[in-house]
C-alpha cells in the first residue's frame, strides 16, 4: 500500500449520470484510505482514473481518444497509472486493454471497491489486471466517500435496474435492482445533514420501484416523508421516476413533505404510445400526461423536465408528431434531448427500420427548438417573482465575466444573480428577484433580498482556505497552481448536457 511517505496522486474524470459522479466519490474516498491524495490542479497525476458511461456509442470514441491522449504523458511520467471503470469497462472488458494495452487496471460497475488492490497488484505485478463480476459485491454505500460538495450530496438508494426499455444498455451492465434498507439510508441522510449538508438527491434508475425487492411498494414515498423530519435538510430531490410505476402515494408524499422539492425530472422517451410499445414502456401517453396534471394540482409551482429519444427504429413522422404534441401539452421547463444511439446487444439493435441518421438529426433540432421555445416561456413566467436560491460552486461558466454567482432554486432552476457585497458563499441561501429569463437559466440582477449564511457555506469557506494554503505551499516549490474553490479533483462534465 503506498504509504504516508510515497503520497500518490490521483485524478478521476467522471462521465455519464449522477449515478456514475456519486461512485466517483467512493473511487475518491477509497483512493484517499489507502493512502493516495487527490492531486493539485496543473499538476500530473500518478493514477488517472476513468469513470465511464456506455449509453450512447459516441462515448466509446471518447474513451479510446483520451486514453490515446494519455499515452505520451505516461511515456514520459514513470509509474503512472491509468484505471478505466464504470459500465463502459463493464461493457469492453479486456478488449480496453488489448486497443489500449497501456492501461494498468480495469474493473467494472459491481466492484468499485476494489480498485486500490487492482492498482497495487498491477504495480507489483507489472501486469495490467481486468476484473469484472457479474453482480454486486458489496453496496457501494458501505464503501468510504469523499464528497465533492459541502452543501449538495448524493445518496443512492437503489442499484441496477429490473426494466427492459428496449434502447437501454442500462441493465446489462448495472445488473438487477438492488435496494437499500430504509434505516440505512436514513443514517447517511443524518450524517450528511449534521455535517451541514443542506441538499441530498436520492439516486436510482428507477427510483418508485425502490422498495419492491423487500416487499414495500410505498417504501418510496415513505423515504420522501422520513427525509422530512431530517434536522436541517434542507432540500430534498430524486432521480429518476419511471412513469408506469409513479404513484399518487409519492406525489402525495413530495407535496405533504415540506423539503421536498417542487421538481420532477420524469424521462419520457417518446410521446407516441406506438413507440413506447417498441421501447417496452409500459405506459402509455395519457397516463404520463394524467401524472403531470396531478403532480401540478398538488405542488402548482413544480418545475417538470424529462428525457427524449429522438430516432428510435420504426419512428415515423406522425410518431415524432405525437412527440411534438406531447412536449407542447406538457409545459415542460426543460428537456434532455438524445438521437437514439443503437446499443448492441439490445432489443433495439436488431430492429428493422433504423431511422437514417439524416431524418434522425432533423427530428433532433425540431425538437430542441421547440424545447428551447417553450423552456423559455415557462422560465418568463418567474419574471418578476422572488426565489430562495442555493448558491453553487461551478455552475456559472461566464460569471467571472458578468460578476454574477449561480445557484439552485428550489424548484431545480440554474440562476445566475447579482451578489450582494460580501458575496454570499456557495452553500449560503440567498433569496432574489427574477429579472429575465433565458432558456436554460433565469437571471436576477438587482440586490438580493436576504442572505443566509448556513453551516455549509461555512464549511465551504474552510475548504477553501485549506486548499488556499495547500496551493500556497505548492506554489512555494515552484509548482504552478490553481485552486479553484471545493473542486481540486477534476470530475469532468456529465455529458448530457440540456438541448441548445
Ligand atoms: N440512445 C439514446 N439515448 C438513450 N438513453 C438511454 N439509452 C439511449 C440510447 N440507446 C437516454 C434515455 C435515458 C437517458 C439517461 O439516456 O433518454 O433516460
Ligand atoms: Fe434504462 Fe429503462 Fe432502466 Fe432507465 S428504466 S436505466 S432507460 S432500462
Redesign the pocket.
Known sequence: MPGAATQRSFEIRTYGCQMNMHDSERLAGLLEDAGYQRVAEGTNPDVVVFNTCAIRENADNRLYGNLGHLLPVKNSHPGMQIAVGGCLAQKDRATITQRAPWVDVVFGTHNIGSLPALLERARVQQQAQVEILESLERFPSVLPASRESPYSAWVAISVG?N???TF?I??SLRGREEDRRPGDILAEIEALASEGVLEITLLG??VNSYGVGFGDRLAFGKLLRSCGNVAGLERVRFTSP?PRDFTDDVIDAMAETANVMPALHMPLQSGSDAILRAMRRAYRREKYLAILDRVRSAMPEAAITTDIIVGFPGETEKDFADTLDLVRRARFAGAFTFQYSLRPGTPAADMPDQVPPEVVGERYERLAALVAELSLQENQKLVGREVEVLVADGEGRKDNATHRMSGRCRDNRLIHFAPADPAPRPGDVVTTMVTGAAPHYLLADGAPVAVRHTQAGDAWAAQRNRLAGAAESLTETGSVVTARGNNLVLLGMPSRRPTA
Do not use: L, W
Request: one cysteine or more; aromatic letters at 0%; hydrophobic letters at 10%.
Open positions: 435496474c426494466n427492459t426499455c437501454c442500462v441493465p434508475q428507477n419511471h
